[in-house]
């Protein structure tokens, strides 16, 4: 098959296109042929050694985990599909190694949900990783309830707007930070929109919420992390996937896991008409490199896929 891979750390240029060979399909997998891919900051950050302490990595590594495609081939021990079903799925495994940028990939089922019915391949492809992560964190860390007043920040990135989506599904009231662009967009999704400026950036939250956030999801980290501790409610919750610091501050580090089940209920969202998603740039397999770079260079309101091209 025609795969993305490197043999080394590094950055894009480590990645090359070329022949690897077709993946055994384990008893509790289910072998996809790939339609879509998406890029996500997880995927260049492993690529370059930042995961090295916490994942094996087997040289050489297909990277991705975010897949939309076509079950081709059940396991031995698998009843969840059958040959035919379109699915989506986050694929993670506990190694790199067995990735997504490829035509074809075997996933475990416990990463595997179906694809919504109204969604396309690309958009579907963006959706796992990004919207396990907004859901799992507004279900589990931060425990939303309705009524409550959320804090989302880059609330037009790709984990962001899902959040703000669910949050509203929730019957949250959802405050978003974003820079200036993103105003628009915020308001677009059902959140209220705040600029980041570090200077009036706990005055504008304090403006809308003048007895703190119920909850705050933090995305970036740093300097903002701090200031979200600032505007939080006296029970206020507070959790990141960006920063560890959260710890020190009373909140929670949140790190997402595949989950079928919560996949089917994002896809569920999905065709209710309560979530959509972005896609800003596609990229053929071939240019994965180049997939990634404009992940990295960011500013998109939207997610970056990579397509693989079949024949009708």
């Avoid at 391949?121 to 409550?148: I, K, M, N, S």
């Avoid at 929730?170 to 662009?181: Q, S, T, Y």
């Amino acid at each position: 098959m025609k795969a993305i891979s490197y043999s080394r750390y590094g950055g894009p240029e480590v990645l090359e296109y070329g022949e690897r060979p077709d993946p055994k399909v384990g008893p509790d997998d289910v072998l996809v042929k790939v339609r879509a891919a998406a890029v996500n900051p997880v995927d260049w950050k492993a690529q370059a050694g930042y995961l090295d302490g916490m994942i094996e990595a087997v040289f050489p590594v297909i990277p991705g985990w975010d897949v939309s495609g076509v079950v081709v081939q059940p396991g031995v021990s698998v009843t969840e599909f059958s040959v035919g079903d379109e699915v989506m799925g986050y694929v993670r495994e506990d190694f790199l190694s067995r990735g997504t940028f490829a035509e074809y990939v075997a996933a475990p089922i416990r990463t595997l949900a179906r694809k919504p019915r109204t969604m396309g391949f690309e958009d579907a492809a963006a959706l796992p990783l990004a919207g396990l992560t907004a859901y799992q964190v507004l279900h589990q860390a931060l425990a939303v309830r309705a009524g409550e007043t959320v804090l989302v920040h880059a609330a037009v990135g790709g984990v962001g707007s899902m959040a703000v989506q669910i949050a509203r599904h929730l019957g949250c009231r959802v405050i978003g930070a974003a820079r200036e662009e993103g105003r628009e967009r915020i308001e677009e999704l059902g959140g209220e929109p705040v600029v980041y400026d570090e200077s009036t950036f706990v005055q504008q939250v304090r403006a809308l919420a003048p007895d703190g956030v119920d909850a705050a999801f933090d995305t970036i980290g740093g300097t903002f992390l701090k200031k979200t501790a600032d505007v939080l409610a006296p029970d206020g919750r507070l959790a990141s996937i960006a920063d560890g610091e959260v710890i020190g501050l009373g909140g929670r580090y949140f790190w997402v896991r595949p989950d079928a089940q919560d996949l089917a209920a994002l896809a569920a969202l999905v065709d209710e008409g309560a979530l959509s998603v972005r896609v800003a740039r596609t990229f053929p397999l071939e240019e994965a490199a180049d997939a990634q770079r404009a992940n990295q260079e960011g500013g998109l309101q939207g997610k970056v896929v990579v397509t693989v091209a079949w024949p009708d």
